[in-house]
């Protein structure tokens, strides 16, 4: 089966820098476009940042503004976010998923399949 889990998450001040990871397994991940999401509380599932399986496009969020860098490495299974600049308003649980192969918008939170349990991220001022 599809498993997806984060690490990385932490408590940081503003201006910060974390760098999330995603390990992969039980799905051909080279084959796979892959996304970071992250809810807050009290708030809906955003979409964050989204790579091309073979790494040649990369999407983000309006409000990264340049501060997150999404990759990936293949031959590890695994997707990272290196986050620059955090700021308080970037406080939440970041999930990693797997772009669903019905889904053709990978800024649609709805289009992902699977999905890790997340990992949190506190900017404190």
């Known amino acids: 089966q599809v498993r997806l889990v984060e690490s990385g998450g932490r408590l940081v001040q503003t201006g910060g820098s974390l760098r999330l990871s995603c390990a992969a397994s039980?799905?051909?991940?080279?084959?796979?476009?892959m996304g970071w999401l992250r809810q807050a509380p009290g708030k809906e599932r955003e979409f964050v940042a989204a790579?091309?399986?073979?790494?040649?496009?990369?999407w983000y969020g309006d409000f990264v503004k340049e501060r997150f860098t999404i990759s990936r490495d293949n031959a590890k299974s695994t997707v990272y976010l290196q986050m620059n600049n955090l700021e308080s308003e970037d406080s939440a649980t970041y999930y990693c998923?797997?772009?669903?192969?019905?889904?053709?918008?990978?800024?649609?939170?709805?289009?992902?399949?699977?999905w890790g349990r997340g990992t949190q991220v506190t900017v404190s001022s």
């Open positions: 998923a797997v772009q669903g192969a019905h889904s053709r918008d990978l800024y649609d939170v709805k289009g992902y399949d699977y």
């Open positions: 039980g799905l051909t991940f080279s084959m796979s476009n």
């Open positions: 790579i091309q399986w073979n790494s040649e496009s990369v």
